[in-house]
């Protein structure tokens, strides 16, 4: 998602003189197709995230279109209170681009795992947060997306070649994405884990279960129309996401279904644990926290088990 | 009665009507804001886009602020009067939305960092604007704060001026007491600015000196203003109590009586 975010925006910045780049110190082999294209548009200001979004609130302000780019941590937690004050209380069209969500940054260790970052972003009121399923939809998202007039978080995962089946790099602001009709489970997905969704769907198939993917993949606006709608014709529904389970799809989709009594059971699927300090590859971490194609196949056979049981 | 003497009583009517403090911080940076509204900051008009930024950094001294603009015609009696009230956008720190006010502070250590970005624009846009700052030196506690002062170094960001309210006190300590900022001058000469000491209570020292800086290729500039805080009130200066409490009434009294007669 890293290289279709950095060529789109090379592109857009021909046309838009608005549109300027800082970075927190990151994008080696990443950023080159704007930085090298746009040089004296790019500005590398240094390991210093509180200052990067100080700096872009005070440069929009004055009609620019500032894009700050750092690693999803670094740019949604450290500065955080820069963006509440800055581009959020000031309604700026600051954009905010992390990389690595979940545990793309895994064997980096705990202080590189992006598992609030939705959370925290889409707390704040008005600040649009996008999580793109593969790299289609994050050209598709961006440009979608890059110049509304607000404030915008950009969650990309690094993969820049893995696909989502049928997804085809739809994107609409507000909605949620169905790739899969079935009519015994409802899958709710968001952000780069989706492609596992779509193999755990196949797995429950054979299995003779029938599941619905929803992706969720922006926020503020919400899509809860879309959530209401299938949710619904649903009696179980599970959200899937490499995030903390409190913040993100997770906490969205039971929201709605609290809000409006709907008769559906949520199974969040998300990391639940306080951050042991070990290291791994993202395919282990996800086997870990129960994000596995196995583990959530097995937690949706039970949560359908469950159902049985309750409801006859 | 002087423009200054007009912020410092308006500090006074507000903070008593309004039963609230901040007023020694407001006091500490009355002559200075004034000195920039009435002789420095050149905006034909707030909504101009080539307007001077002014971002008041240390947002808890606000009604320096809001006095200025009302003396400046951009804010009116009635408007003035809601300070503190319900719905009002005259808040104790100051709002963007309020006609005058560029930025929103309010959490120290924010200011200089939104001038830097605003300074930076300016020169993208091949504009000639300037960018001043008004910061606290207890700001100067804040990390954010260097990641600007070296930031704007190292682009030297000539039309970017910074003001240090230098008045030795915070909340609930002497700075020095509290974490020493000592030798300040020496501290920005390091970081790669261009320093003057100044008296933050002599406009027309703070005028010529602002009128003598290169703000199109040099270094940015910081003056170093040696202010008192609570100045012009015999029983606020210097004194920690102010920056929190509200006035009685007769001290309220003394206090228009000692500016009135300054």
């Known amino acids: 998602m890293r290289a279709a975010f950095a060529q789109t925006l090379a592109d857009l910045a021909e046309n838009d003189s608005r549109i300027v780049m800082l970075t927190g110190d990151l994008g080696y082999m990443a950023l080159e197709p704007f930085s090298q294209r746009w040089p004296e548009r790019f500005i590398n200001v240094g390991v210093a995230e509180q200052n990067m979004v100080g700096i872009a609130t005070g440069m929009a302000e004055a009609g620019l279109l500032p894009f700050i780019y750092s690693i999803v941590t670094f740019a949604t937690l450290r500065p955080y209170e820069f963006i509440r004050n800055g581009p959020v209380l000031h309604k700026l069209p600051v954009r905010i681009v992390g990389v690595g969500g979940g545990y793309e940054y895994g064997t980096a260790g705990p202080t590189h795992h992006g598992l609030e970052d939705v959370g925290v972003t889409r707390l704040q009121p008005g600040l649009t947060v996008v999580a793109p399923a593969d790299h289609q939809q994050a050209r598709s998202a961006f440009q979608a997306t890059w110049n509304l007039p607000g404030p915008i978080y950009y969650r990309l995962g690094k993969d820049d070649k893995t696909t989502v089946p049928h997804l085809n790099g739809s994107f609409k602001l507000g909605h949620t994405q169905n790739i899969r009709q079935g009519k015994d489970v409802l899958l709710i997905s968001m952000g780069n884990i989706t492609a596992d969704v779509v193999v755990l769907a196949d797995l429950l198939a054979l299995e003779g279960i029938e599941a619905t993917i929803l992706v969720v993949s922006s926020f503020n606006p919400d899509p809860t129309d879309d959530l209401l709608a299938t949710l619904a014709g649903f009696k179980v529904a599970i959200t899937i996401e490499a995030h903390y389970i409190t913040g993100g799809v997770g906490s969205l989709v039971s929201e709605i279904v609290a809000e409006h009594g709907l008769n559906c059971r949520v199974v969040r699927c998300g990391i639940r644990n306080s951050p042991d300090g070990l290291t791994g590859s993202q395919s282990y971490l996800y086997q870990k926290h129960g994000l596995s194609k196995q583990a959530l196949f097995e937690t949706t056979l039970r949560a359908l088990s469950k159902d049985r049981e309750v409801n006859g | ?262």
């Not at chain 2, 003035?80 to 009002?88: A, Q, V």
């Not at chain 2, 001043?132 to 990390?143: K, L, Q």
């Open chain 2, 1 to 262: 009665m002087t423009l200054a003497q007009e912020v410092k009583q308006i500090i006074l009517e507000q903070s008593k009507r309004a039963n609230v403090g901040h007023i020694g911080s407001n006091l500490s940076i009355a002559d200075i804001v004034t000195s920039l509204y009435t002789s420095i900051l050149q905006i034909s008009d707030p909504d101009d886009p080539e307007r001077d930024r002014f971002i008041l950094s240390k947002g808890h001294a606000s009604l320096a602020l809001y006095a200025s603009l009302y003396l400046k015609g951009w804010l009116t009696k009635e408007e003035l009067n809601t300070y503190c009230g319900e719905d009002s956008l005259l808040g104790v720190h100051p709002e963007h939305k309020l006609k005058g006010v560029d930025f929103s502070t309010g959490s120290l250590g924010q200011g200089l960092s939104m001038a830097t970005g605003a300074a930076l624009a300016a020169r993208y846009q091949g504009s000639q604007r300037r960018v001043f700052a008004v910061i606290s030196d207890a700001e100067c506690n804040e990390g954010s704060t260097w990641e600007a002062v070296m930031f704007a170094a190292h682009h030297k960001l000539a039309n970017l001026i910074v003001i240090i309210d230098l008045n030795g006190q915070q909340a609930i300590g002497y700075t020095e007491q509290v974490l020493s900022l000592s030798p300040m001058s020496e501290r920005w000469k390091a970081f790669g600015w261009d320093v003057h000491e100044v008296d933050g209570h002599n406009s027309s020292q703070i005028i010529n000196i602002v009128e003598g800086l290169n703000t199109v290729d040099d270094l940015p500039h910081v003056l170093i203003a040696k202010t008192t805080f609570g100045k012009g009130v015999s029983f606020m200066e210097r004194q920690i109590k102010w920056h929190y409490y509200p006035m009685s009434d007769e001290e309220y009294q003394q206090a228009l009586n000692e500016i009135r007669g300054s």
